[in-house]
């Protein structure tokens, strides 16, 4: 594990790069002995510093949600990181200068209509204090060079979040299954990814409650109000400057988003 002064200077390296648009390397070639542990806490740190310029927690998002990138980190659950309100974006226009190496996501969002339970919570308990469903499109960044991360890193790197773009629909839980909604990725109108939201831990409802009883402990209260991504039912893909994506989900209605 790390010290104190270690973490301040690992958010510190990962709070300039983000700020400057200038990756670093992986935190495991400076720090080697970082853990997961360390690595929340590097979150925190700057989830903090943002807090105290003025941002608000609008919610979570839980990443490696998915069998496949928990094969591929070595671990056995997922991660998560912090949605701020600065980081819901327009879909009409997003700059691409903001940001490293972009890349987007499809998944349905959860909008809680009351708080959930802490280190007891169900998938059901999640269903009743949803208050809707929603289509959303995650913008992913990493602040490590060309996406070669660990753990640690994604993890310190706020689960390699960096904003989200939400449609129109709202849609109750208990008016489709949202262990079973298909979506279909349009990239300047022609097809480009698919897939199911079954493939985020069998049933993304699953990955809400995860959440809940992981920040418990630390105290992080899931509030009325709060969004919460449960993870992409579809591949991550690559974004440039021109490029516009539609996401259709079955049941859902569909969001889009624009890169200038």
Avoid at 56 to 68: A, D, I, N, P, Q
Avoid at 172 to 181: G, N, Q
Wanted: hydrophobic content about 45%.
């Amino acid at each position: 594990m790390l010290d104190s002064a270690q973490r301040a200077a690992a958010a510190e390296l990962l709070w300039t790069a983000e700020r400057d648009r200038l990756p670093i390397g992986p935190l495991a070639g400076t720090y080697p002995g970082i853990d997961v542990s360390d690595a929340y806490e590097i979150q925190l740190l700057n989830i903090r510093r943002r807090l105290a310029a003025g941002a608000t927690v609008r919610g979570h998002k839980v990443g490696l949600s998915s069998e496949v990138m928990q094969r591929m980190m070595g671990v056995d659950e997922p991660d998560y990181g912090h949605l701020l309100d600065d980081m819901v974006l327009s879909g009409a226009s997003v700059d691409t200068a903001h940001y490293c190496f972009p890349r987007i996501e499809v998944e349905i969002g959860y909008v809680l209509g009351s708080p959930l339970p802490g280190e007891d919570c169900t998938a059901a308990d999640v269903l009743a204090a949803t208050e809707y469903i929603v289509p959303t499109i995650e913008l992913i960044d990493s602040r490590i060079t060309e996406w070669k991360i660990g753990l640690a890193d994604t993890i310190a790197d706020n689960a390699s979040s960096a904003g989200v773009i939400l449609g129109d629909a709202r849609v109750p839980p208990d008016r489709l299954d949202p262990a079973d909604i298909g979506a279909v990725l349009y990239q300047d109108g022609e097809e480009i990814a698919r897939g199911n939201t079954s493939a985020v831990l069998g049933d993304p409802t699953e990955a809400v409650a995860w959440l809940a009883r992981k920040v418990a402990p630390f105290g992080v209260p899931l509030e009325a109000g709060h969004l919460v991504l449960p993870g992409s039912c579809t591949r991550a893909v690559d974004v440039c400057t021109g490029d516009a994506f539609r996401a259709e989900f079955a049941g859902l209605g569909s969001v889009a988003v624009r890169f200038a």
